[in-house]
């Protein structure tokens, strides 16, 4: 079966950097592309952007270009995310998410905490 | 950017009750491409309804989408406790946009 296994839980202090993994079981990686989706606490869902599996070619959402990276290990059947000079307002849980479509699988989640 | 927004912010409803949600986008959108999920407390969101009107495997048919253009509604012809949630209509085209959500609460 189709599974998404985020890294676990981050604390941060203002400034670092992150890098969240995503590694992906079930189905042929470099078929379906991997989108990354934000909520920050009590918010709603705010897409950041996604990344192609077969090229590698990452495309940002507006608000999410510059201190944000998309990057693959296809080796492993793994995406990750990318986030430097982190800031109190990247407090949030983050998703990766199979596919271009509606969504059907999601991982668990990567709670990241940014504070001093 | 198509913008969606979703009303009411907050409905109270009793279980049995019918729910209807709806989404507004703010330029006409193919009915292909939009979806509604349901977020539980600490999970992930979960597709309901895809294609605006068609139902995920494993829905129950409670759950129903319609609308073209710009405006499409989920309702939920009898609330089960479960469906005490967080609802999200979202946007899949060449980008993606989502709704800010309406929450479904015991009345």
């Known amino acids: 079966q189709v599974q998404l296994v985020q890294s676990g839980s981050e604390l941060k202090k203002p400034g670092a950097s992150l890098k969240v993994s995503c590694k992906t079981s079930?189905?042929?990686?470099?078929?379906?592309?991997i989108n990354w989706v934000r909520q920050a606490p009590g918010q709603g869902l705010e897409w950041m952007g996604w990344?192609?599996?077969?090229?590698?070619?990452?495309t940002y959402a507006q608000g999410f270009t510059g201190r944000v990276v998309f990057s693959l290990d296809t080796s492993v059947n793994t995406a990750y995310l990318q986030i430097t000079s982190l800031q109190a307002e990247d407090t949030a849980v983050y998703y990766c998410?199979?596919?271009?479509?509606?969504?059907?699988?999601w991982g668990q989640g990567t709670l990241v905490t940014v504070s001093s | 950017e198509i913008v969606l927004t979703q009303s009411p912010g907050t409905l109270s409803l009793s279980p049995g009750e019918r729910a209807t949600l709806s989404c507004r986008a703010s330029?006409?959108?193919?009915?292909?491409?939009l979806a509604w999920y349901r977020q539980k407390p600490g999970q992930a969101p979960r597709l309901l309804i895809y294609?605006?009107?068609s139902r995920a495997t494993g829905i129950p048919d409670r759950f129903s989408g319609s609308g073209s253009g710009t405006d499409f509604t989920l309702t939920i012809s009898r609330l089960e406790p479960e469906d005490f949630a967080v609802y999200y209509c979202?946007?899949?085209?060449?980008?993606?946009?989502f709704g800010q959500g309406t929450r479904v609460e015991i009345k």
């Open positions: 998410v199979k596919g271009s479509s509606a969504i059907l699988y």
């Open positions: 079930g189905y042929t990686f470099t078929h379906d592309g």
């Open positions: 990344i192609n599996t077969n090229t590698g070619n990452p």
């Open positions: 330029q006409s959108v193919s009915s292909y491409y």
């Open positions: 294609g605006a009107s």
């Open positions: 979202q946007h899949y085209g060449s980008s993606w946009t």
